[in-house]
């Protein structure tokens, strides 16, 4: 069965950066992409942006571009989302989902990790 | 960028009660919408995608339908287990993929 295990909570101070995984099982991790999804406290749905599992290929969100980094690693079936300069409105639960596009993002997402919890406070 | 406007933002109905939310995106959409729903503390779960087609597994009683701009999901016979929050999310046009706020229903 498709499973997206994510990296655990996280506690950061303003202007640190994270990295958070999400390692995918159950499926042909190349054949399909990630994207990354965020939701504040009491808040809806924010999407991030997206990376192909087939060629790495990144789409960023505009918001975000210049802070956020999305990689793989299809060794492990691996995806990781780096966020920089965090500031406390960062603080949010972040999802990995699964993409069905292969070089494009796609925007449907039909399995998702368990949410990572990123605290931003000083 | 689309801007997906649900309604109500949040509702009240009782066990068995036929229950529908709107969506309403800025622009053209085609049937390109899915629909999520996420209980209490929990991660986002696909219902319906292509405004219409139910996700494997989905329980019958959930429907959709719409096209263009407006979007209805519906749920027949409210069951106490679909409390929770669902989003409607415009996609396979040209990224961002924006959600709709959300709309609340509590028994």
């Known amino acids: 069965q498709v499973q997206l295990v994510q990296s655990g909570s996280e506690v950061k101070t303003p202007g640190a950066s994270v990295k958070v995984s999400c390692k995918a099982s159950?499926?042909?991790?190349?054949?399909?992409?990630i994207s990354w999804v965020r939701q504040a406290p009491g808040e809806g749905l924010e999407w991030m942006g997206w990376?192909?599992?087939?060629?790495?290929?990144?789409y960023y969100a505009e918001k975000f571009q210049g802070r956020v980094t999305m990689t793989t690693d299809t060794s492990t079936n691996t995806a990781y989302m780096e966020l920089t300069s965090l500031r406390s409105d960062d603080t949010a639960v972040y999802y990995c989902?699964?993409?069905?596009?292969?070089?494009?993002?796609?925007?449907?997402?039909?399995?998702w990790g368990q949410g990572t919890l990123v605290s931003v406070s000083s | 960028d689309i801007q997906m406007t649900q309604s109500p933002s949040s509702l009240s109905a009782s066990v068995g009660d036929r229950v529908t939310i709107t969506c309403r995106a800025s622009?053209?959409?085609?049937?390109?919408v899915a629909w999520y729903q996420q209980k209490p503390g929990k991660v986002p779960k696909l219902l319906i995608y292509?405004?219409?087609t139910l996700q494997s597994g989905v329980p019958s009683r959930f429907s959709g339908s719409g096209f263009g701009t407006d979007f209805t999901l519906t749920i027949n016979s409210l069951q106490p287990e679909d409390v929770a929050t669902y989003y409607c999310?415009?996609?396979?046009?040209?990224?961002?993929?924006?959600f709709g706020q959300g709309t609340r229903v509590e028994i």
């Open positions: 292509a405004a219409s």
């Open positions: 990376i192909s599992g087939y060629n790495g290929n990144t």
């Open positions: 622009q053209d959409s085609v049937n390109y």
């Open positions: 989902a699964r993409d069905s596009g292969i070089v494009a993002t796609i925007g449907k997402f039909d399995y």
């Open positions: 999310q415009k996609y396979n046009s040209a990224p961002p993929w924006t």
């Open positions: 159950g499926y042909t991790f190349t054949m399909d992409s």
